[in-house]
């Protein structure tokens, strides 16, 4: 079955379609794209994002985002040939694990512009099945990155950090999966507030780079109980947002700096859940847009010595679109009615076949 991924994540970086075929347990990239989101729509997420926000707003959001996710599926079936499916992860307004979630971008819209039916709102039946919501990943990860003899850790650098331990040989309901902390949100949001709106992320680490580490402020953020909570546990835009920021300007420290202590905050809150997870010898499998960051991954190898750090590209899955493939195979997993939640992960009470289907 071919199948498209859409996924807009806490980044904001844009949209990310993935589309790929799956023959049974087999999952092949057939192609990805990704197309940025308009700065007004940026603008217009961050303005009801863990806010105060007017019903009239979220609910036209809802049905614009949905029409860009149409025009991003389309273009790319376009250029790589017709789906059968489309699995929409939709943009996070509010998470609170156990509790609620909610996740915009109508699917009744994008499947009546594609024609193709769409999987979509996944969370919400783990966190009634008494479950996190967060991650879903995990059990795409599993798929594919698990490995008979040697632990995996698989690492996604998103706006949220988060990462999937597999022990060799493991069966499902060994693997443990959680949140680790920030990991691009606070970095983007200091390096638009640096250049002036001009840019949407630290590209090449190079704010960070002519910074300097505030190690009275590290330290204090490293405080955080969140960091030696045991998982399940998950975080979001409500952690490391607006209020975040503002903590970190409270130390009056320049910009730069402030980039440079979020970016080794960001490596190193990984690296205590990694060596607290999988203590033993591993290989950490990294992806998503925080890879392409060299100042996060210099400071995440020198935290971890010990630990054989590659791209997921490296295991043949692009780094850039492993979230995209994996709601891809989530969708092809509710299509067919199995459930994909690895209540190991989110904590919840039994395994569920997640999301809602609009044919």
């Known amino acids: 079955m071919r199948v498209a991924g859409v996924m807009s994540g806490t980044s904001l970086d844009g949209i990310d379609v993935a589309i790929v075929e799956i023959r049974g347990r087999r999952v092949e990239?057939?192609?990805?794209?990704?197309?940025?989101?308009?700065?007004?729509?940026?603008?217009?997420?961050?303005?009801?994002?863990?806010?105060?926000?007017?019903?009239?707003?979220?609910?036209?959001?809802?049905?614009?985002?949905?029409?860009?996710?149409?025009?991003?599926?389309?273009?790319?079936?376009k250029r790589y040939g017709q789906v059968e499916l489309i699995g929409c992860h939709g943009q996070t307004i509010f998470h609170e694990g156990r509790s609620n979630t909610l996740q915009i971008g109508e699917p009744a819209v994008l499947a009546e512009r594609t024609g193709v039916p769409v999987v979509a709102n996944f969370r919400a039946r783990d966190i009634a099945a008494g479950g996190q919501g967060a991650p879903l990943v995990p059990f795409v990860d599993y798929l594919l990155f698990r490995h008979p003899r040697r632990t995996r850790v698989a690492l996604n650098i998103g706006?949220?950090?988060?990462?999937?331990?597999?022990?060799?040989?493991?069966?499902?309901?060994?693997?443990?999966?959680?949140?680790?902390?920030?990991?691009?949100?606070?970095?983007?949001?200091?390096?638009?507030?640096?250049?002036?709106?001009?840019?949407?992320?630290?590209?090449?680490?190079?704010?960070?780079?002519?910074?300097?580490?505030?190690?009275?402020?590290?330290?204090?953020?490293?405080?955080?109980?969140?960091?030696?909570?045991?998982?399940?546990?998950?975080?979001?835009?409500?952690?490391?947002?607006?209020?975040?920021?503002?903590?970190?300007?409270?130390?009056?420290?320049?910009?730069?700096?402030?980039?440079?202590?979020?970016?080794?905050?960001?490596?190193?809150?990984?690296?205590?859940?990694?060596?607290?997870?999988?203590?033993?010898?591993?290989?950490?499998?990294?992806?998503?847009?925080?890879?392409?960051?060299?100042?996060?991954?210099?400071?995440?190898?020198?935290?971890l010595p010990g630990v054989d750090i590659s791209s997921s590209s490296d295991h043949g899955i692009d780094a850039d679109a492993k979230e995209a493939i994996a709601f891809a195979v989530l969708a092809h997993e509710t299509w067919r009615r199995r459930p994909s939640n690895l209540p190991s992960a989110t904590g919840a009470r039994r395994a569920v076949v997640l999301g809602t289907i609009t044919p």
Do not use: W
Request: proline share 6%.
């Open 159 to 303: 706006g949220i950090a988060n990462i999937t331990v597999i022990p060799g040989g493991c069966a499902p309901e060994d693997v443990v999966a959680f949140d680790t902390g920030p990991g691009n949100m606070a970095i983007d949001a200091l390096a638009r507030e640096f250049s002036g709106g001009k840019l949407n992320c630290d590209r090449g680490g190079k704010i960070a780079a002519s910074g300097k580490v505030n190690r009275t402020l590290l330290d204090d953020l490293l405080r955080d109980a969140y960091y030696r909570r045991k998982p399940p546990k998950s975080a979001g835009r409500e952690q490391y947002g607006v209020e975040f920021i503002a903590r970190l300007h409270q130390s009056a420290a320049p910009l730069r700096d402030l980039a440079a202590t979020a970016t080794v905050l960001t490596a190193a809150t990984i690296a205590i859940a990694v060596q607290r997870a999988a203590p033993g010898p591993a290989d950490l499998i990294a992806s998503g847009g925080g890879t392409h960051n060299p100042q996060i991954m210099a400071h995440l190898a020198g935290f």
């Open 29 to 77: 990239t057939i192609g990805f794209t990704s197309a940025p989101y308009p700065a007004a729509v940026r603008r217009a997420i961050l303005g009801v994002s863990n806010c105060p926000t007017h019903t009239a707003d979220l609910s036209r959001l809802n049905f614009q985002l949905a029409e860009l996710y149409a025009r991003a599926v389309l273009a790319a079936v």
